[in-house]
């Protein structure tokens, strides 16, 4: 692997390489999406090919992760065949101080739901501009609908309060389908006072399969930032 | 229509007759699933034809039920084209006295759920044999699940103390596999003591679409019974 | 609707147009996807609106003309309610001399071929970039693909001396999905001899739903041009 | 394992047992449906086991052949993970004498499909109620079709002089929803002259995935019959 001399880049690996150093051998490690978690999976695929780690066995949130966990060498299993999740790591679009997310900028937030609640430690991991002081502040929390309900969700998102728009796709004419074959509307609301709550309402508006409004659910935090023009790691 | 001799189905027709005469010239009508429900479309179809109903448009919530409103005559439309439903009538697997109801022993009940919160007035037919005193007391509650989820799912129903059992095929090998390409986990509990509540619950586990627990949404619950050898219909 | 002064977009206005002139009123008409067709919908909306046409109904190819159709006005209905359809109206990506296709830019290519070979007269509306001497010469033809096929369809496409890629979203992490839940490989083909047998064997590779070779399905082929600055419209 | 003693089913295990004798150590070995295929599967975990066997991975054609290879021990893989299937094993609903085959009773003859087409060696296991002298004299031929095609499909396998009917669930309301979210369209020929065309005809009509006819694919047909009380396995 060749040094990123860009900083924002190295900061990313070096969340990626903290993450990482967090999962102990003879894990299960929940393999989540995005820039900065995809650093976690080569150093952990790095820590098995030095014998640093032995005997872990990753659960992909997605096809990219798949596709990185085999490129790294980690050995796949899935839910179907494990009971328990030891560490998931993955990425999040915004994070509160209390350590509330948004995800779903991918359209993977239901497996990587699915995942990361299963985790016994989550480790988020983000750059600095990820962090809000309020969720919703800039991004639109991402709702999967299936297709039939589109209508009815959109306006049952409005009565909310919330702006309810369904995502467009750029490489296939019209709305982006997920890996489960369903729809995603982003909305914005102005602002989000108590994300527990909202989060069940969401889910319980019919034909609704998940949202992206993860509570309760980090352990850890991990931002990279740059200070003085070099990268570092904090713990939120 | 050839009159039915077998009190029970008399029953049926009876209480799906009185369904149907609740509908009004001029509405949105949702169209439920099931044998009892199959009668209020016919009657509804009845209606038309014979003039003393005008300007239906129904909202199928199964292929069943387009099928027969496509028989009896019963114009369609689909939930992309409307903004509220004015009634529907649909069954039920069991219901309580507070008219809380255990629907999906067809695997429909996503759909149903969809249509059936959207609806005004939602009016459910059924037989007498689907009075319980306690939601649960027979009927397992029918989960969605996405298949990847399926294990986690199951091991998070274990928990909240009910008896998972993934719903197998007949007419295919291996699991039911609903119309959104999902599976269906029916799950047994010994006591449901807060219908509300354990809705939610079910809800919010990472990887579930909907739940067979319908709260807070049937409006009116007619009930066919046999008695003295003669079909009546009550209203709970 | 306001006249475009660009003569591209003018040209495919024309094209669209004299695509929409040739819908009759009764008829049953096929809407395609695509920026072209798009003008099309709206001529037809024109002429339900000016009178001149009666008794249409649409059946749209995607989510795009369903939109399209409902904004101009265009009845709707579904394949389940018609036994044939009269016209059909769809783009394309190339059109060889022999009125043979390459579609699926947009990932619609399966419900399209369903609509566009169930067309009595099936109109193709592009602009003169879309003329190719050989199919594939610049285009790759998509080919749909469960996703649990994806690999050794890959690798089939591969033995038959084609290039593929598996095709990426941009608003999702991961593969593009169709609206049918699967993915797309795009396979590059050095030169497609025989575009009959290609669509063919294409199909037959177990795994594959359609692909994106129309062979004796077009009708007529309406090609947009600027000659001297003005819009022109020929036959092909 | 207890030994049967009903020579049906005595029969049943030879035939797998015959077949799981013809894997060896080292390979890749495709794992099919059925009652037939599931006690091949189940020898195989005993030679596994037993030390006999080594360095197994399966490849699951359905969830019960995935729920009974956990079951019995035997490690898997996806089709993700390989470039070749050295052996499968599956069953059939009818055998000609060339060997060609009708699947897809159990609406799994997409997964089996790709499966056994990629195997270097396809043992078929059936017992001798299966042979006939020309495919589909007693079973129809199952077509997998996308949902939004059944009409049109329905249609075009009238044309082709066949009877097709909508498979209808037992376990769910409306038609039986495969693994991949389609349906199944049983067609029944008064006789089919040529298979290998056939199959091909079927998969070209727009919007089929995949039908039940497997030309060239069958390299050994195991069928177990009892003669005399007694079971015996014979080479077709």
């Not at 990626?16 to 976690?40: E, R």
């Not at 820590?47 to 990185?68: C, H, M, N, W, Y």
């Not at 430690?121 to 002081?133: A, E, P, Q, S, T």
């Amino acid at each position: 692997m060749t040094a990123a001399t860009d900083p924002v880049k190295l900061s990313k690996q070096e969340v990626g390489k903290a993450a990482a150093a967090l999962v102990q051998s003879g894990s299960i490690v929940g393999l989540g999406t995005g820039s900065t978690t995809a650093y976690a999976i080569e150093f952990i695929g790095d820590r098995l090919k030095s014998g640093e780690l032995k005997d872990i066995v990753g659960v992909p949130t997605s096809f990219q992760a798949e596709v990185l966990a085999k490129q790294y060498g980690i050995p796949l299993t899935t839910l179907d065949a494990i009971d328990h999740i030891d560490i998931a790591i993955d990425g999040a679009d915004e994070v509160d101080p209390q350590k509330n997310l948004i995800k779903g900028g991918g359209a993977a937030h239901t497996r990587e739901k699915v995942v990361d609640y299963l985790a016994s430690r989550f480790i988020v991991v983000v750059d600095g501009g990820k962090l809000v002081d309020r969720l919703g502040s800039v991004f639109p929390v991402p709702v999967e609908v299936i297709p039939m309900a589109v209508t009815p969700v959109t306006l049952a998102l409005k009565k909310l309060g919330g702006k309810p728009e369904l995502r467009m796709g750029v490489k296939k004419a019209g709305p982006v389908i997920t890996d489960q074959g369903n729809m995603v509307i982003d909305v914005k609301f102005d602002t989000i006072d108590d994300p527990e709550n909202i989060e069940k309402i969401l889910n319980n508006i019919p034909g609704v399969l998940e949202n992206g409004i993860f509570v309760n659910c980090a352990d850890v935090v991990l931002v990279g930032e740059v200070k003085d023009g070099q990268p570092v790691v904090r713990e939120l």
